[in-house]
């Protein structure tokens, strides 16, 4: 059914025995995080029954990034909802919704002219996470509806295949060395959370990635709570 349901979706199928004990390990590890221990707390802090919480497990694509980023559409450092708020990092998301050591590039854009993003601060982060084609396989709990309580971010995105750290170069970076470059690629991100923003009627909080191309891919998105 899995193998069908993928190929269906236009995602490539594991080749062998291998492969599907490969995607099977990484489906386990990204549903047994319903247990683990950020969620629990969590759950507990919030007054919810963890028995509550149900779980499905996305499979995608995984987009080669060059860029990762995170959105809310109503900025959540001041509440300003004319305002969009973002992160940026090198390579995948993981050193950001991880909780990697230093800083991301941080921006925000007044939603009257997303043409004009500004530069919060410059990135410090040493390490990008990198992988080869494969396949992530990522949390989808109904955790956002639960009154009193917002899942998002509290369980595991596993790849088929490991990830490995690289070493982050600003000074050959052109996020940081180049301000125009800089400019335009975040306009163009605020630009795309403005629509899904737009799209959906509600604030949003989305990830996405930017590929080498230039080419911005939307991965998730929920509800800003």
Partial sequence: AIEAAMACAGLPVPADEGRWGAAFSAIARVWASKWNERAYVSCRKAGIDHSL???AV???EVVQPQYAFVLHTV?????DAGEIYGELVCGLGETLVGNYPGRALSFSAPKSDLRSPRTLGFPSKAVALLCPET???RSDSNGEDLEGYAGAGLYDSVTMDAAYEARVD???DAIVLDATFRRDMLARIVQVGAAVEEALGVPQDIEGVVREDGA??????????
């Fill in 58 to 60: 996305l499979i995608q």
């Fill in 135 to 137: 396949l992530i396989f």
């Fill in 170 to 172: 600003y000074s050959r």
């Fill in 75 to 79: 900025n959540p450092v001041t509440g």
């Fill in 216 to 225: 911005i891919f939307v991965v998730q998105t929920r509800p800003q709570v």
């Fill in 53 to 55: 919480l149900q779980m």
